[in-house]
Each structure stands twice: as structure tokens, then as C-alpha cells.
């Protein structure tokens, strides 16, 4: 039998500069801290290797301290093996990197380089495809269908790169074949590049990151525990819970007239679990003036709870009542402001981001306006 788990896309390192404050530190320390938690989870359920299917450093030069931190930790786990494979991200153009690590690395750590077999004991054989470049422009694991593995042996392929239709950058050419695994005689493929857990076949899947790093995918990372029990037998898979952050996108839609406070407050997570969650409130429908103040303030208030709490007006359109320009100025500057943007909102003639700035703006100024009549 062979037992294992597959990860991959820690893209330990990453800088999150979208963010600001204390956040990117959070969220990078989150990603070197899984390396913990998967030992952990090996350990708890008999599996003596965990394979990192690519992109293990977000960079092809990572810092010294990333690359260093993160050998120690695997270290720490021993006997626990650690499979690292290149992938776009930390390819084998890399050739300082790959230098460095095979200088460093602990007994406990193979570097999956080289485009054949690694005898992973108890009659398993992992077929490794490293990406060469960032880009190879080719289907790097097609060598597996030609590797000769002992009779019996349970094939195991390790691969990164996009599949089908399924690649976290719009500009790959190189596309895994969806049935490699049966060219190849794989008993499983385990694939990295997408960052969310994903089937493509009984035999074939995307462990997905095991912390979450954008609102894509829209769900907790996890890392896959697969069961082999024999040459030929179809793998059995647990999706084990990795994550220490939650990013959501909170769908919010609202017709003009309803109340947006309770509405959102349905939406966001118990108070307890904000620290530790990034969400994204994308709203939609229509609202008064009114509304997308109150919205915006609710917003606002709730935010310090949050790791990162957002408002996504973009699909949210304004529905201004009667009156409504009126309670921002009767005439002169603000009057004129006021006017301009309510007719940018409308104009179809502008992207759907253009409106939706010019619809935000006004309520802003609709806001402003009320705090100071008050």
C-alpha cells in the first residue's frame, strides 16, 4: 500500500503587496506554518511522505531566510519525507536556487529534478515531471508514458502545470495531457498549479494551496490524503483542512428600497472567526443614495474585526429618489458635482467600472453631506 499526501502551491515567501499593515506579514508566516500542520496531519494518519507538487517558493530567488526557515521545518519532521518539485514559479532556470537547496537540504528532503523514477518504498515509484522553465511550452509529463517501473509497482505521477482548461495564468500553452494518467499506467497524477482541490479524473487531481492566497477559488485549503493499495486499484482521497486564514466573497444583492444593515449582517461570519478572515462583499441590484451610505458605513464598522473586509460595488446600481440631490445641495458647486456624477453612473456608454466609481462617489459626497447637515 502506499499512503501519502499530496500538496503543492505553498509559494512560501509571497509578499501580498495589495496589502498593507500587518497583514502581509500574517499571511506569510501563515504559509510557512503549514509546513507544521501537514507534518502533522502525515503523522496522524501513517503517511511517511509528503509530496509538493511545484511552486513550493513563490520566486525563482527567494530570500535567504525563506529558503533556510523552510528546510529546518521540514527537518524538524523527520522521518517524514518531503518530495519538492519544481514548478513555474520556482523552475529549474532557477539554477541558484536548486543549487542552494540541494547544498542545504536534510536527509529528509528529496529534490524531484530530474525526469525519473524515485523509489518511495513499500513497491511505489514517483514519476517526477519538474518544469524546466517557466514556461516550457510543452507537456513535460509525457515521459511517463515511456517509464519502465518494476512489475507490480504502484505508479505514481508528480506534475505542475495546467490540465484541460484549468491554469492559474491565462497565458499557458503547455498543457498537461487530461489522460495522462491513463497513457501512462499511473495509478494517480498528482498535479499543482490550480490553486483550488479539483477531480479531473478518479486518478488525476489538484490538491490545491493548502492556505489560500486570493478570492478565486473561494474555499479553505486543504491537502490531499491519498490511499493506494495496490498496482491497479483506484486511489483513495481525504481532503485534509490546512488553513489558518478564510477568503470568502459574500454575495450581497439588494432591491431598491430594502435596508442593507441586516442583510449584511446575515452575511458575515460569527465575530469569533473575523481575525482570521479575508472577505470580499460584492454587492448587486439596486440602491438609493440612502443605501449605499448606510452600506458603506456598515461596512466601515465592521472592518476592524476582519483581517480585511472590502466592498465590491461594481454590480450595485443607484437608484436616486426624489429629493435625493436635493439633500446634497440645491444649487452651486456640490449641486453641479452631484448632477456630473449621477449622470457618469448612468451613462452606458462607460465601462461597468467607470459607473460604478461615479455611483460610489456620489454616495460618498450623499454622505458627506448628511454628516454635515447632522
Not at 497565458?171 to 483550488?196: F, K, N
Not at 479524473?201 to 490524503?225: I, W
Request: charged residues 20%; contains cysteine; hydrophobic residues 45%.
Amino acid at each position: 500500500m502506499a499512503r501519502f499526501l499530496h500538496t503543492s502551491d505553498l509559494h512560501l515567501g509571497k509578499r501580498f503587496g495589495n496589502f498593507s499593515g500587518d497583514l502581509p506579514g500574517r499571511l506569510r508566516e501563515a504559509r510557512h506554518a503549514v509546513l507544521g500542520r501537514l507534518a502533522e496531519h502525515a503523522r496522524a494518519h501513517g503517511a511517511d511522505t509528503i509530496l509538493l507538487a511545484g511552486d513550493t517558493f513563490d520566486t525563482e530567488t527567494p530570500a535567504a531566510d525563506v529558503r533556510r526557515q523552510a528546510l529546518t521545518e521540514m527537518a524538524h519532521h523527520a522521518p517524514i519525507r518531503w518530495v519538492i518539485l519544481p514548478g513555474n514559479h520556482d523552475s529549474l532556470q532557477a539554477t541558484e536556487l536548486w543549487a542552494q537547496l540541494a547544498a542545504d537540504a536534510p536527509a529528509n528532503v528529496a529534490l524531484a529534478t530530474e525526469p525519473a523514477p524515485i523509489d518511495l518504498g513499500a513497491g511505489a515509484v514517483l514519476l517526477p515531471a519538474p518544469c524546466t522553465t517557466r514556461r516550457p511550452g510543452r507537456d513535460l509529463s509525457a515521459w511517463m508514458d515511456d517509464a519502465a517501473t518494476a512489475e507490480g509497482a504502484i505508479r505514481i505521477g508528480l506534475a505542475h502545470g495546467a490540465i484541460q482548461t484549468f491554469s492559474e495564468d491565462a497565458a499557458t500553452s503547455e498543457v498537461i495531457a487530461p489522460d495522462r494518467a491513463r497513457r501512462a499506467g499511473l495509478d494517480y497524477l498528482a498535479l499543482g498549479d490550480w490553486h483550488g482541490a479539483l477531480a479531473v479524473d478518479p486518478r488525476t487531481h489538484y490538491s490545491g494551496t493548502p492556505e489560500q492566497d486570493r478570492f478565486k477559488h473561494d474555499r479553505s485549503g486543504v491537502a490531499l490524503l491519498v490511499e493506494i493499495a495496490a498496482a491497479g486499484a483506484l486511489p483513495q482521497l481525504k481532503p485534509l483542512p490546512t488553513a489558518s486564514f478564510t477568503w470568502r466573497t459574500l454575495d450581497l444583492h439588494l432591491l431598491a428600497g430594502d435596508d442593507p444593515g441586516p442583510a449584511l449582517a446575515a452575511l458575515l461570519p460569527e465575530l469569533h472567526a473575523r481575525r482570521q478572515t479575508l472577505a470580499k462583499v460584492a454587492a448587486s441590484g439596486r440602491a438609493s443614495l440612502a443605501a449605499r451610505t448606510t452600506l458603506g458605513a456598515e461596512i466601515a464598522c465592521a472592518a476592524p474585526d476582519f483581517a480585511w473586509l472590502d466592498l465590491d460595488e461594481t454590480g450595485l446600481a443607484t437608484e436616486c429618489e426624489a429629493g435625493d440631490l436635493d439633500r446634497i445641495d440645491r444649487a452651486g458647486a456640490l449641486r453641479e458635482a452631484a448632477n456630473a456624477l449621477l449622470a457618469e453612473s448612468a451613462d452606458a456608454s462607460r465601462s461597468a467600472d467607470a459607473r460604478a466609481i461615479a455611483a460610489a462617489a456620489l454616495a460618498r459626497l450623499y454622505g458627506y453631506a448628511q454628516a454635515v447637515s447632522q
